[in-house]
């Protein structure tokens, strides 16, 4: 099957159920082309993902399909923006239909349950790789940024962290418990937090998406920031599948793992409550930005601990 042909028959398909008014032009030119209303500015984020890197070599073609486009739209979650459209660069060792045809069904419907029309892309041959390139759009001056945080913010996360983490260890089980299926279901099907990052415009000093665990991702807000936290432990929210399957390593999971896809924000306090009213997913305040650089972790059981590096992608297999 030609390069042609094989966007014409998976992937044209996507492109016309996954429409959005913003994209005037898409599959079929040189370039698609998307309007800009007026007073929004334009908001893009690209991720790469490699087979036996980001996800598991064998990895099921629907499963693969919306777990990328979850991890590419989280960014637009982080920034507060409107989702609108993406592109899709898609490496293949062959053109099998049986990869392809449940693959391109399941983006179809992570496109529409994200809000994203496929705008474009790009086939070629060789090791199974995806490059997605989302866009989205949010009011000009209102993007959440990395860099707002202030001493006297509360920190805050939306969801359970360290499930994905943990799922690492369940997913050849032929037969996973029920706990395991929780943890399973995280890693699987993240869920970017695109209406909570709405809700955040106008309240929240600064945002990120927790992508390669919370030490690392809220240290980015940190050094943006020039600016220090204090975490308490015991108020990071667990899941309780993850509490009974991995025990005392419940909170080294969720401190350092990967692939939660949930936000972690700062906001001044007197914000607080509107952002938990507001919020479709549950929120809660883990800590406090300090004037003095350095993240700490303070918890009932122990003093207060500088904390060290989290989780990085390069160079390490199955994140």
């Given at each position: 099957?030609?390069?042609?042909?094989?966007?014409?028959?998976?992937?044209?398909?996507?492109?016309?159920?996954?429409?959005?008014?913003?994209?005037?032009?898409?599959i079929?030119?040189?370039?698609?082309?998307?309007?800009?209303k007026?007073?929004?500015?334009?908001?893009?984020?690209?991720?790469?993902?490699?087979?036996?890197?980001?996800?598991?070599?064998?990895y099921?073609?629907?499963?693969?399909?919306?777990?990328a486009?979850?991890?590419?739209?989280?960014?637009?979650?982080?920034?507060?923006?409107?989702?609108?459209?993406?592109?899709?660069?898609?490496?293949?060792?062959?053109?099998?239909p049986?990869?392809?045809?449940?693959?391109?069904?399941?983006?179809?419907?992570?496109a529409?349950?994200?809000?994203?029309?496929?705008?474009?892309?790009?086939?070629?041959?060789?090791?199974?790789?995806?490059?997605?390139?989302v866009?989205?759009?949010?009011?000009?001056?209102?993007?959440?940024?990395?860099?707002?945080?202030?001493?006297?913010?509360?920190?805050?996360?939306?969801?359970?962290?360290?499930?994905?983490?943990a799922?690492?260890?369940?997913?050849?089980?032929?037969?996973?418990?029920?706990?395991q299926?929780?943890?399973?279901?995280?890693?699987?099907?993240?869920?970017?937090?695109?209406?909570?990052?709405?809700?955040?415009?106008?309240?929240?000093?600064?945002?990120?998406?927790?992508?390669d665990?919370?030490?690392?991702?809220?240290?980015?807000?940190?050094?943006?920031?020039?600016?220090g936290?204090?975490?308490?432990?015991?108020?990071?929210?667990?899941?309780?599948?993850?509490?009974?399957?991995?025990?005392?390593?419940?909170?080294?999971?969720a401190?350092?793992?990967?692939?939660?896809?949930?936000?972690?924000?700062?906001?001044?306090?007197?914000?607080?409550?509107?952002?938990k009213?507001?919020?479709?997913?549950?929120?809660?305040?883990?800590?406090?930005?300090?004037a003095?650089?350095?993240?700490?972790?303070?918890?009932?059981?122990?003093?207060?601990?500088?904390?060290?590096?989290g989780?990085?992608?390069f160079?390490?297999?199955?994140?």
């Amino acid at each position: 099957m030609g390069e042609f042909e094989l966007i014409r028959q998976y992937f044209q398909p996507v492109a016309q159920r996954t429409v959005h008014p913003e994209v005037v032009l898409g599959i079929g030119d040189d370039c698609a082309i998307q309007r800009i209303k007026p007073g929004q500015v334009l908001v893009f984020s690209m991720d790469t993902l490699v087979d036996g890197i980001h996800f598991p070599r064998g990895y099921a073609p629907d499963r693969l399909a919306r777990r990328a486009l979850a991890v590419a739209a989280s960014d637009l979650a982080a920034m507060g923006a409107e989702p609108v459209c993406f592109t899709l660069g898609l490496t293949l060792p062959e053109a099998n239909p049986d990869w392809l045809d449940p693959f391109a069904a399941a983006l179809a419907q992570a496109a529409e349950d994200f809000g994203l029309a496929l705008a474009g892309g790009d086939t070629t041959r060789g090791p199974l790789t995806l490059t997605l390139q989302v866009h989205g759009s949010v009011p000009d001056g209102e993007a959440l940024l990395r860099s707002g945080a202030r001493p006297g913010d509360l920190v805050a996360v939306s969801g359970t962290l360290g499930d994905a983490a943990a799922a690492l260890d369940c997913l050849n089980k032929s037969a996973p418990s029920e706990q395991q299926q929780a943890l399973l279901q995280k890693y699987h099907q993240p869920e970017p937090r695109l209406d909570l990052g709405q809700a955040l415009r106008g309240r929240a000093s600064a945002a990120i998406d927790i992508s390669d665990g919370l030490l690392a991702d809220l240290g980015h807000i940190l050094q943006a920031s020039g600016c220090g936290a204090v975490i308490d432990a015991a108020r990071i929210p667990l899941s309780p599948a993850l509490n009974a399957l991995a025990g005392e390593q419940a909170i080294n999971h969720a401190l350092r793992g990967g692939d939660d896809y949930e936000l972690c924000f700062a906001l001044p306090a007197r914000h607080w409550d509107a952002v938990k009213q507001k919020s479709p997913v549950p929120v809660q305040v883990i800590g406090e930005i300090v004037a003095e650089p350095g993240l700490t972790l303070t918890n009932a059981d122990q003093d207060a601990s500088p904390l060290r590096s989290g989780y990085e992608h390069f160079g390490v297999a199955n994140d």
